[in-house]
């Protein structure tokens, strides 16, 4: 089952599930401010982008108005542990890059219709 946490004013995450259904793909919506990701659901999405180069940086919303009043930017070059960065997006959804979807032990941040189709391929 796929997993996908969003934002219902989120353009981006509009986007995404329209594409999910137009695939016929079964999915749970779940809001990522209310109800973000797990500590483990996140450590299991950095490891997904990890291996496809990305970083603990692709996880948070970047444009996001909490990641610069909080800093992250500088934090992280800073140094932000794993288990620090972890535990602030666990805690704050606004921080998380959306959408933030996942199947059993796959997943994906942000919405690219080209990356997407690929991916589901693969469910």
Known sequence: MV???GYKKCS???QALKFLSSQNIEFTELPII????TRAELKLMLKCLE???G????LFNTSGEQYRSLEISQKLKAGLSE???L???ASNGKLIKRPFVLAGQRGLVGFNPD???KWISGL
């Open 55 to 58: 970083s603990l940086k692709n």
């Open 3 to 5: 997993k996908i946490y």
């Open 87 to 89: 535990g602030l997006l």
């Open 115 to 117: 990356i997407w189709k």
């Open 83 to 85: 288990a620090e960065a």
């Open 51 to 53: 291996l496809s180069g």
């Open 12 to 14: 981006t995450c509009q």
């Open 34 to 37: 209310d109800q973000p990701p």
